[in-house]
């Protein structure tokens, strides 16, 4: 069993930076799928970001946001820069292990204008 515990959201001014944290209990390897998610009200969940053997990011976050992780920690980090109203959402964190998929519990990320 997979457990993820997510922690760093927050409320920032736009323009401002977070990083969000996302620790997995359990087996994890390096080549493992995980990502953030992120759900705005009245909106479907989005892939944000992701990492495997590579990266990826959806085109809105594009050098804004970057992905890591750490395989010793079995950690998985999102820094987000110059930071929009129009990224408030909950953040989620995904793992997928042999084809299951495991998420976290979300956090809250809200950017004022």
């Known amino acids: 069993q997979v457990q993820l515990v997510e922690s760093g959201g927050g409320l920032v001014q736009a323009g401002g930076s977070l990083r969000l944290s996302c620790a997995a209990s359990?087996?994890?390897?390096?080549?493992?799928?995980m990502g953030w998610y992120r759900q705005a009200p009245g909106k479907q969940r989005e892939l944000v970001a992701a990492i495997s053997s590579i990266t990826s990011y959806a085109d809105s976050v594009k050098g804004r946001f970057t992905i890591s992780r750490d395989n010793a920690k079995n950690t998985v980090y999102l820094q987000m820069n110059s930071l929009k109203p129009e990224d408030t959402a909950v953040y989620y964190c995904?793992?997928?292990?042999?084809?299951?998929?495991?998420w976290g519990q979300g956090t809250q990320v809200t950017v004022s204008s």
């Open positions: 995904t793992v997928v292990i042999q084809r299951e998929t495991y």
């Open positions: 359990g087996r994890i390897f390096s080549n493992n799928f």
